[in-house]
Structures are given as structure tokens and as C-alpha cells.
């Protein structure tokens, strides 16, 4: 666990609050804590499956993609369906078609492809923990973590794809560390499960840092540190607003 946490940590700007990692260990934020977690993994499914659909298929690998997330979205949004149901619709019956013209785009399929199965995955796995506390699902607002940094994202090409990557990155290796942090602080069959989502996580982590790197054909250190500062003060400030990446609570 160490070496898959070290790199992480490097990478990430500061490490969680340790005022985070008591509030989110109380026993009544656990609702929050695995609602908010739920949808994240449900959001992280969707925006690789967004980049798949806006640079690399074409219109029909498209429609399948969209296809595989609905019920999963129509269960989150529209609480419609069953759970249980979801264990169904796991994998993507329809191979992706590379659109041409795009250097990268078998990498990224191949990559957002698995990462999307891995999240709808954990999607499941979070519905069976919450059965297990007796947590019904209901809808939750997001926090302002992602849209703090996305609002950051170029607005051409392909530095707008960069910077997404990028973001994708810091969700992904703050996701990791905070799992890890939390973990010894819960029940043991909860932190089992936080340890065992470390491993996907870290990958995740490292792909979007590779296609980062290799579709923007140059050193992107500078860019990594800006988003890293901003990253690192989103999770240091002040927040009100409790959430899986929250800031430092406030009483
Ligand atoms: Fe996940
Ligand atoms: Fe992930």
C-alpha cells in the first residue's frame, strides 16, 4: 500500500486535514460520506465517458457509449429502476471505433474505457455497502471541488483536453489519498473496502497523467503545478459544506 500511496502523495500539493478525516469518521456523516462517494464514482464514469465521445469516437460508438451509462443515470438522477439491476449493466457490449485523425485515440478509448467500468464497478460495490448500514439513496448536491478546478481548463485545443486530463489526475490521486486516510478510522469491512479501491484509483491517476503527457507532445510540468496549487487550496480552505472532497471543516 506504501508504494502505491507514495507517488500519490508526491504528486498531490498537501495531504488531507486531519479535521477532514475526523468529521468524515463520525459516525452520522456516513450517510453523506457514501452518498457523496456513490455519485463522484458515477461522475467519474461520466466525464471519462464525455472525452471518449468528444475526441476520439464517432457518432454510433458514441450513442453506445451514452447507452451504457443511462440506467446508471437514470437511477441517480431520476431514481429510476432497481440497484440491484445495475450489477447488469456493467460492461460495454459494443467495441469503440476510433474516429480518424486522432493519433490518441485508441489509447484513450482503451484507458476511459476500462476506467468506466472500474467506476460503475464501484458504483455497485458502494449501493452494497450502503444496503448494509440501511442508507436508502437519495439525492445529494455536489461540492465545490471539481467545478474549482475545471473552471481553470483552457478554452482551445488541445490544452483544453490537457487540462481536463490533469483535472482527471488530481480527482483521481486525491480520491486515492483520502480513501487510504480514512480507512483506519471506520469499521473494518468499510476501510477493507476503501483499501481495495486504492489499487484502480492509482491507475487511474497514473493514465490520465500519461494521456496528459503524450496527447500534449510537451513538458507539462508548469501546467501539473498550477493545478496542483489550486487543488491543494481547495482542499486546505475553509469549507462549510461537508463532502467526500471537501476543504477543512468548519464549525
Ligand atoms: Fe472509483
Ligand atoms: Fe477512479
Request: glycine fraction near 4%; include cysteine; proline fraction near 5%.
Given at each position: 500500500m506504501q508504494s502505491l500511496l507514495a507517488p500519490i502523495k508526491t504528486f498531490l500539493g498537501c495531504e488531507t486535514p486531519h479535521a477532514w478525516v475526523a468529521e468524515a469518521a463520525k459516525p452520522e456523516n456516513l450517510p453523506i460520506v457514501l452518498l457523496d462517494h456513490l455519485v463522484c464514482e458515477l461522475k467519474a464514469a461520466q466525464s471519462a465517458m464525455f472525452l471518449i465521445r468528444r475526441y476520439a469516437v464517432d457518432k454510433e460508438s458514441g450513442d453506445a457509449l451514452l447507452a451504457w451509462l443511462k440506467p446508471f443515470e437514470d437511477f441517480t438522477y431520476r431514481k429510476v429502476g432497481d440497484w440491484k439491476a445495475l450489477a447488469n449493466h456493467e460492461k460495454l457490449s459494443k467495441s469503440m471505433i476510433p474516429k480518424s485523425g486522432t493519433p490518441y485515440g485508441q489509447d484513450l478509448i482503451d484507458k476511459m474505457v476500462l476506467l468506466i467500468k472500474e467506476e460503475l464497478h464501484h458504483f455497485y460495490q458502494v449501493l452494497e455497502i450502503m444496503e448494509g448500514y440501511g442508507i436508502a439513496y437519495d439525492t445529494i448536491s455536489s461540492s465545490r471541488y471539481a467545478k474549482g478546478l475545471?473552471?481553470?481548463?483552457?478554452?482551445?485545443?488541445?490544452?483544453?483536453?490537457?487540462?481536463?486530463?490533469?483535472?482527471?489526475?488530481?480527482?483521481?490521486?486525491?480520491?486515492?489519498?483520502?480513501?487510504?486516510?480514512?480507512?483506519?478510522?471506520?469499521?473494518?469491512?468499510?476501510?477493507?473496502?476503501?483499501?481495495?479501491?486504492?489499487?484502480?484509483?492509482?491507475?487511474?491517476?497514473?493514465?490520465?497523467?500519461?494521456?496528459?503527457?503524450?496527447?500534449?507532445?510537451?513538458?507539462?510540468?508548469?501546467?501539473?503545478?498550477?493545478?496542483?496549487?489550486?487543488?491543494?487550496?481547495?482542499?486546505?480552505?475553509?469549507?462549510?459544506?461537508?463532502?467526500?472532497?471537501?476543504?477543512?471543516?468548519?464549525?
Open positions: 475545471l473552471q481553470h481548463v483552457k478554452t482551445h485545443e488541445p490544452a483544453a483536453l490537457v487540462d481536463k486530463l490533469i483535472c482527471g489526475a488530481f480527482i483521481e490521486a486525491r480520491s486515492c489519498e483520502r480513501f487510504a486516510a480514512l480507512a483506519p478510522h471506520v469499521d473494518k469491512p468499510l476501510g477493507d473496502f476503501y483499501i481495495s479501491l486504492l489499487r484502480s484509483e492509482a491507475r487511474h491517476y497514473q493514465d490520465y497523467l500519461t494521456l496528459a503527457e503524450e496527447i500534449a507532445g510537451k513538458d507539462i510540468t508548469e501546467r501539473v503545478a498550477f493545478f496542483r496549487s489550486v487543488e491543494a487550496k481547495l482542499i486546505s480552505a475553509p469549507d462549510e459544506d461537508f463532502k467526500f472532497h471537501s476543504g477543512a471543516p468548519v464549525h
